[in-house]
């Protein structure tokens, strides 16, 4: 079953391809619930309960239809400075009580794409959820002492230089700025969307140093740069407010699989170690129950599409060419295990493989439901396109019969050594979108 945002219903095999227009914010609440074996945990704070006192209290931070998903409308971010609405500019409209948060930010006010009204405090001040800026990275011999193998980390590969980002530490931080293979980047992860997002932290032609604000629209982390103090959408990688409104941050494909996926595929690749100069209580879920279907996401005041769950896991890709928005419910990937589609002009394959927990969901991460990993991908190698299915823990091409990973690379077989090109994707909640 796949989503897209136009009003067209698609059938292929056993599921319908749906298509409709992504909600544009997120808004999930920490659990309060203190049942390490349960899900079903008490509904959400305004403060996770594990969290230590110095922790955030409100952290902000398709699968198929069949064989082919259906195109939506909501432009994504694409990979290139676009302004997606027209500024207010001139007037500082700010409320008393986003004014009363926000009276010493050197944020230009007067600019603005959105209305002050969206925007929330998610509890803790500017920088009360630190973020990572000077990130150190440890091997996967020591990582293994405090890391299990089906935590869910944020893989991203640039130049040759693998990074793991685990989420029992991002959780707690939200941002990470960081330089990969010479590449400034922000690795971001919004707990209430449950989304991971990476982008490359250029802004006016300059490496920035983003930080989080403590404020949501939508249930969504809003970021700040703090060369301008502009305010930026963790989702969009948007300008919002400041004299950066409009401008896009440009997406890097990484992916969110298991620690274990992660070892097996960079044998070299570095972890994010758990000092950070800000220790808190990793391996520890301060958000537990918050994925439970049915729960109400947290300072969410936007329209819900009630086709899925508000908390149901899905994966979206954004295609600019045709400006084509897919989303595959993680419940179809389960099932289907790959999807060979094709939206427009382009081919795409979603891989789903079981054996990465919820960062969402136990007390203990380690413990989490199995919501497994995905990776999306062009399959068009040499000029030819693949058709995949999955075999146990690794991925076959019918064409010629070479195995594959869950991050694209070709492991034995005729194309041996190949990596297929990612497409820039997500994985987060249903309402969020």
Same mark, same amino acid.
């Given at each position: 079953m796949t989503f897209s945002k136009r009003p067209i219903l698609l059938t292929f095999l056993l599921f319908t391809a749906l298509i409709l227009a992504a909600c544009s914010s997120t808004e999930p609440a920490p659990p309060a619930s203190d049942d390490t074996s349960n899900e079903v945990a008490a509904l959400p704070t305004t403060k996770p309960t594990d969290a230590p006192t110095d922790a955030p209290a409100e952290?902000?931070?398709?699968?198929?239809?069949?064989?082919? &998903?259906?195109?939506?409308?909501? &432009?994504?971010?694409?990979?290139? &400075?676009?302004?997606?609405?027209?500024?207010?500019?001139?007037?500082?409209?700010?409320?008393?009580?986003?004014?009363?948060l926000t009276k010493r930010w050197r944020t230009d006010w007067t600019i603005t794409s959105i209305d002050f009204d969206e925007i929330l405090s998610g509890g803790p001040p500017r920088d009360g959820i630190p973020s990572i800026d000077e990130p150190k990275f440890i091997d996967s011999a020591e990582a293994d002492e405090w890391l299990a193998d089906n935590e869910p980390v944020i893989a991203l590969e640039i130049n040759g230089d693998a990074r793991a980002y685990p989420l029992q530490i991002i959780t707690w931080h939200e941002i990470v700025n960081d330089t990969v293979g010479d590449t400034p980047v922000i690795v971001t992860f919004c707990p209430l969307c449950n989304s991971a997002i990476v982008f490359e932290r250029i802004v006016n032609g300059e490496p920035t140093e983003f930080g989080v604000s403590g404020l949501l629209r939508n249930s969504d982390l809003i970021m700040y740069d703090r060369q301008t103090?502009?305010?930026?959408?963790?989702?969009?990688?948007?300008?919002?407010?400041?004299?950066?409104?409009?401008?896009?941050?440009?997406?890097?494909?990484?992916?969110?699989?298991?620690?274990?996926?992660?070892?097996?595929?960079?044998?070299?690749?570095?972890?994010?170690?758990?000092?950070?100069?800000?220790?808190?209580?990793?391996?520890?879920?301060?958000?537990?129950?918050?994925?439970?279907?049915?729960?109400?996401?947290?300072?969410?005041?936007?329209?819900?599409?009630?086709?899925?769950?508000?908390?149901?896991?899905?994966?979206?890709?954004?295609?600019?060419?045709?400006?084509?928005?897919?989303?595959?419910?993680?419940?179809?990937?389960?099932?289907?295990?790959?999807?060979?589609?094709?939206?427009?002009?382009?081919?795409?394959?979603?891989?789903?493989?079981?054996?990465?927990?919820?960062?969402?969901?136990?007390?203990?991460?380690?413990?989490?439901?199995?919501?497994?990993?995905?990776?999306?991908?062009?399959?068009?190698?040499?000029?030819?396109?693949?058709?995949?299915?999955?075999?146990?823990?690794?991925?076959?091409?019918?064409?010629?019969?070479?195995?594959?990973?869950?991050?694209?690379?070709?492991?034995?077989?005729?194309?041996?050594?190949?990596?297929?090109?990612?497409?820039?994707?997500?994985?987060?909640?249903?309402?969020?979108?």
């Open positions: 952290p902000t931070d398709a699968p198929p239809a069949t064989d082919s &998903p259906a195109p939506t409308e909501q &432009p994504q971010p694409t990979a290139e &400075p676009v302004a997606t609405e027209p500024p207010q500019q001139g007037v500082d409209n700010r409320n008393e009580r986003l004014k009363s103090e502009s305010l930026w959408q963790q989702f969009t990688g948007t300008g919002i407010v400041g004299t950066t409104t409009g401008q896009q941050l440009t997406f890097l494909p990484s992916s969110l699989i298991s620690y274990a996926n992660f070892k097996d595929a960079y044998p070299d690749g570095k972890i994010l170690s758990r000092d950070t100069g800000n220790p808190r209580n990793y391996g520890n879920n301060p958000y537990a129950g918050y994925d439970t279907l049915g729960r109400q996401p947290f300072l969410f005041n936007g329209e819900k599409d009630e086709r899925l769950d508000a908390v149901a896991r899905v994966t979206t890709v954004h295609l600019d060419e045709g400006n084509i928005d897919i989303a595959y419910p993680l419940t179809v990937l389960e099932e289907m295990q790959v999807i060979n589609d094709v939206q427009g002009e382009q081919p795409i394959v979603v891989f789903h493989l079981p054996g990465t927990s919820s960062a969402l969901g136990k007390r203990v991460i380690a413990l989490g439901e199995d919501v497994g990993a995905t990776g999306v991908f062009d399959p068009v190698v040499n000029g030819q396109t693949l058709t995949f299915s999955r075999d146990g823990d690794v991925f076959v091409d019918a064409e010629t019969g070479t195995t594959w990973n869950i991050v694209g690379h070709a492991l034995d077989g005729e194309l041996a050594g190949e990596q297929l090109e990612p497409i820039v994707h997500a994985d987060h909640f249903w309402f969020s979108w």
